[in-house]
């Protein structure tokens, strides 16, 4: 049965190649799309009870035994994420079929998703840093064409600017790998945590966790390594605006929890003071840039900046109860934000702009999608009793418990400030009186209205249930937090010996 960790990676691989065989039927595409997504969200499905019923799956490709093989490593962290990707790429692959016009179709959009899926799925499953450079790659290249899919000007320099960055932390990962195979003659994750505590502590280790913790954090846009983002997301289709929010960015932090907890525990220790204030200043700065927005999409790509800042908050703390918050509000983050991103596309394509001096009175014509943008944006702030509230309260309750009072206070008053611009937001676009010089409301075709609509409401109602019921998957949070922190489990899975 460990066999299944390899699905997720066969699936999306196998339609994105079927996908370019199909290269000029849109359709077949689309059903491929489609049906790839679903399956994957049914395998993570498995995966993540599998892991509940027979503890971590290791695999090992051609049967070579680990540390030498390539490995594949699930527990309750990684089939969270894969479960989440698996729901998120079925929702936005559908929300496609309307968003995407024929033009990025025709360039090969639907291939192109799924193998941005791939690289996701394989982050999440790798066992291996060298292997996770490569899933790193492979996210970046379709990536950068997604981005830049269209040929538009602002496509253009906003992918050139992401790529470029991106770039650079591809070097400071490389970099960091190559000197820490050098001391320690291995890459398997598992067996770093072994090696070095076995070998002696020279300054070499402390430089590469720094390398390291540079690339993942630009990867997933840290503060000061932020300004990357809003210049990017702002400017493909609203589709990919949404993977990109509520997964590569996520990928980045995912990262930076595993290899921190499993390979530099200790010196994650020696830097808390510097994590949790890059923590606290992604929170402070990516708030006080979304105040700033007169924009739709730029204000909530700022907040995607400030939302990051809570899931470093867990890292830096390093207790179950942080871990388990930042893993609850990972979660969170990637439903909620999706809605506010995909009812975003909504209201430009009824308007004809994302501008929020230009639009106003939408509540009168169209109520339901006014509730569809004002839930996520209260739980995204915080408001109990929606998911958001529940995540942030464990992490102020976690740092409390390790005396980081200013942080907490930066963590509140970034709440106070993340309200006040999406309640803002909201006035503008619904409840305002619409500008007199305002463009007609375009109708959308019913079909096309519901394959927009659909994808946000199951969104939001995952969201809402995580705050209704947040007991079960907060569960499954601490579960996976304590494999995190006491990592012995994780280790003897993939080496079959213990620490």
Not at 93 to 103: C, F, G, W
Not at 140 to 150: C, T
Not at 165 to 182: D, E, H, K, Q, R
Request: net charge positive.
């Amino acid at each position: 049965m460990k066999n299944i960790l390899f699905l997720p990676l066969i699936i999306p691989l196998a339609t994105a190649v079927l996908g370019l065989l199909a290269w000029n039927r849109r359709t077949v595409q689309r059903w491929l799309g489609i049906g790839s997504t679903t399956l994957l969200t049914v395998v993570g499905s498995s995966i993540l009870l599998q892991v509940q019923q027979q503890g971590i799956l290791s695999a090992q490709a051609g049967n070579w035994p680990a540390p030498f093989g390539i490995t594949l490593v699930a527990d309750t962290f990684s089939a969270l994420m894969l479960l989440a990707t698996g729901l998120l790429g079925l929702c936005v692959t559908v929300y496609s079929l309307a968003d995407a016009d024929a033009e990025q179709e025709s360039r090969g959009y639907h291939p192109l998703l799924q193998v941005l899926l791939l690289g996701i799925c394989g982050s999440f499953l790798t066992g291996d840093l060298f292997n996770l450079y490569v899933w790193f790659e492979v996210m970046l290249i379709a990536s950068f064409v997604l981005l830049a899919l269209g040929g538009k000007r602002e496509q253009m320099e906003g992918a050139i600017k992401y790529v470029a960055l991106n770039l650079i932390a591809s070097a400071f990962l490389l970099a960091g790998i190559g000197l820490l195979y050098g001391v320690t003659g291995t890459l398997n994750m598992a067996h770093l945590a072994i090696r070095l505590q076995e070998i002696p502590h020279t300054g070499t280790v402390p430089v590469v966790a720094a390398l390291l913790f540079c690339a993942f954090s630009i990867k997933a846009a840290v503060f000061p390594f932020y300004f990357w983002l809003p210049a990017s997301y702002h400017t493909p289709p609203i589709a990919v605006i949404t993977i990109f929010s509520a997964l590569l960015s996520k990928v980045g932090i995912y990262v930076l929890i595993r290899v921190f907890t499993l390979i530099f525990p200790q010196e994650t220790i020696a830097g808390q003071p510097l994590i949790l204030g890059a923590a606290g200043l992604t929170m402070l700065f990516g708030a006080l840039g979304a105040i700033a927005q007169p924009e739709l999409r730029r204000l909530l790509s700022f907040c995607v900046i400030s939302q990051i800042g809570y899931l470093l908050m867990g890292l830096g703390l390093m207790t179950p109860l942080a871990l388990a918050g930042s893993i609850f509000f990972m979660l969170h983050i990637m439903a909620a934000k999706s809605t506010l991103f995909l009812t975003t596309g909504l209201i430009a394509r009824m308007t004809g702009t994302t501008v929020l001096k230009e639009l106003g009175g939408l509540y009168r014509r169209y109520p339901l999608l006014a509730v569809l943008f004002l839930m996520p944006a209260l739980s995204v702030a915080g408001i109990p009793p929606l998911s958001g509230f529940w995540g942030k309260l464990a992490l102020v309750q976690a740092g409390l418990q390790g005396k980081q009072y200013l942080l907490v206070a930066v963590a509140l008053g970034v709440s106070v400030l993340t309200l006040y611009y999406l309640v803002t937001a909201w006035v503008e676009i619904f409840w305002k009186n619409r500008p007199a010089d305002a463009a007609e409301l375009r109708r959308l075709v019913p079909v096309r209205r519901n394959q927009m609509l659909i994808p946000a409401l199951l969104l939001a109602l995952v969201s809402l249930l995580a705050g209704l019921l947040p007991e079960p998957l907060f569960r499954l949070c601490r579960t996976a937090a304590e494999q995190l922190v006491h990592n012995d489990a994780y280790i003897k899975a993939v080496l079959g010996v213990m620490r």
